[in-house]
């Protein structure tokens, strides 16, 4: 084996244990003059080592990176670069392109020769595909598709550990999404067994499997026990880095020992959260710019190489034609759509929330595990539907322990009545109200428009920019400062129109 394929396996060794010593090793044998092939294989080596400490930004560089060089390497380094980089638009909350990546890999699958690296590279697409259901709490459409691998890849699985404890993590991820807590606790056993066969140490699944483990035991109200696996989990992505990792498990503590009524624990592991929450949020930002622009030098690269097919200059020339053509109609098209869009998000969040809920609760099955009383609910939606015509929601200190205290009930109730008659959890209802109200303030008063986004995130209640900025292009569609310019235009154009009709 040549000196360089040595130390590349030795780097994957470290990657999900020890991801900065990977990182050093990777960058070493970038300056060794390596061929385009290794160049490939060097850069997915650092794009995973990056992605294990979490560096999402540093991920999505070197990702793209290898994927400058991958028509030198072979299909599987081609579907390894799309698969990471569709785990890392998932992440990224890109799911258009997290779904493109899957589907390209997919297209490449049919041009591998073995029939094991075949079977390997579509159970973990599959996974991959019902991943990105269990993070956006779909959690049906994902154990469909799970119990679909569970038939069919079985003697892929079979052949690997580290693959099959992945699913078997997922599958528990589904089970305590449905609320199936025994069969969730039947799948991370099995896990667990598998952990314990493994030669390498891989922290990510450990820290995968060991927290959602705490979940269920926090489901099962075995909050010691849940804080004891949690601190394990934090241990392992302390030594990783990863404070995107850091962020979920300092959450769970926080949850666990409230539940102890250990308000002291309860206070430290919220303010950890609060800190690491801030730090990913701009590097997850700094991660959605990098991609961008990325996408764009990709798309710009690939059509100058196929431009440069062309051998013919009249066909170079008609070729371009068309293409400035589509571009235009694109842009227009593009425009046109952001516009229709821009209406429709006005006039969707013109509809106060207090006329969507109902005041008398309907009578409907539901899946909920506690029972109130229809006076209770009844008297709780009024209070809702009063604090929705209020400002308290953007009171930065707004939470739903505090909002249960100012309604004189429990966060149980509280969550319970949100959850069922807005389709919602508690933090995605205050954010909703937020960003209508702070759309109605950009509506009512055009000075608005002119405001730093930063003051606008103030406003509105959000704790710091990037989060403002995130929750408002998750819920409209669009970034605040491009919605900003179509309101611009759409209400240059309504001037416009007022003044032709008067001038008629």
């Not at 072979?74 to 799309?82: F, P, Q």
């Not at 927290?211 to 099962?220: D, T």
């Not at 539901?366 to 953007?394: A, D, G, M, W």
Request: glycine share 4%.
């Amino acid at each position: 084996m040549a000196p360089n394929e040595s130390l590349l396996g030795k780097a994957y060794e470290l990657v999900h244990s020890n991801p900065e010593e990977a990182v050093k090793i990777g960058q070493y044998l970038l300056k060794n003059n390596p061929s385009d092939i290794q160049k490939a294989k060097f850069y997915l080596l650092l794009a995973e080592s990056y992605w294990a400490k979490g560096d999402y930004n540093n991920s999505v560089i070197n990702v793209f990176e290898a994927g400058k060089f991958a028509d030198k390497a072979g299909d599987d380094e081609k579907i390894k670069i799309l698969l990471l980089k569709s785990q890392l638009f998932r992440t990224l909350y890109l799911d258009n392109q997290s779904k493109r990546c899957l589907e390209e890999a997919t297209e490449k699958i049919s041009g591998l020769k073995s029939k094991e690296e075949q079977g390997y590279f579509e159970a973990k697409i599959l996974i991959g595909n019902s991943v990105m259901y269990l993070d956006r709490q779909n959690y049906q459409s994902a154990f469909e598709l799970l119990q679909k691998a569970d038939k069919i890849y079985q003697p892929a699985f079979s052949k690997n550990a580290s693959l099959q404890q992945e699913f078997y993590v997922a599958k528990a991820r589904a089970f305590v999404g449905l609320t199936k807590i025994d069969s969730a606790n039947y799948y991370l056993a099995k896990a667990l067994k598998l952990s314990k066969t493994q030669k390498n140490s891989d922290y990510l699944n450990e820290i995968a499997l060991l927290n959602e483990l705490g979940l269920v035991y926090f489901h099962e109200k075995q909050h010691a026990r849940a804080i004891d696996t949690l601190l394990v989990s934090m241990r392992m992505a302390s030594t990783l880095k990863n404070e995107a990792l850091l962020k979920v498990i300092n959450k769970q503590l926080g949850i666990n020992y409230l539940a102890l009524n250990d308000k002291k624990n309860y206070q430290l592991f919220d303010n950890k959260f609060l800190k690491t929450y801030d730090n990913v949020e701009e590097s997850e930002q700094d991660a959605v710019n990098s991609a961008y622009n990325l996408i764009s030098q990709e798309q710009e690269s690939d059509f100058q190489k196929a431009k440069s097919r062309y051998a013919d200059y009249f066909y170079l020339a008609v070729g371009a034609l068309i293409f400035v053509l589509i571009m235009g109609l694109l842009l227009w098209l593009k425009n046109y759509l952001k516009k229709k869009r821009l209406k429709e998000i006005i006039s969707y969040l013109e509809i106060k929330t207090n006329n969507v809920v109902k005041l008398q609760p309907e009578k409907r099955e539901t899946n909920k595990k506690i029972s109130i009383p229809l006076e209770t609910e009844q008297v709780i939606l009024t209070k809702l539907k009063r604090f929705e015509n209020s400002i308290r929601y953007t009171n930065k200190e707004m939470s739903l322990a505090v909002l249960a205290g100012q309604f004189d009930t429990n966060t149980k109730y509280l969550s319970e009545i949100i959850n069922k008659h807005y389709q919602d959890n508690f933090n995605t209802y205050i954010n909703k109200l937020r960003i209508t109200f702070i759309i109605g303030k950009l509506k009512e008063d055009p000075n608005y428009m002119h405001y730093k986004i930063s003051y606008l995130a103030e406003k509105s209640g959000f704790s710091s920019h990037s989060s403002f900025a995130t929750v408002f292009k998750s819920i409209t569609g669009i970034a605040p400062g491009t919605f900003i310019d179509l309101l611009k235009e759409e209400t240059e154009a309504l001037k416009q129109e007022k003044m032709n009709s008067h001038a008629s």
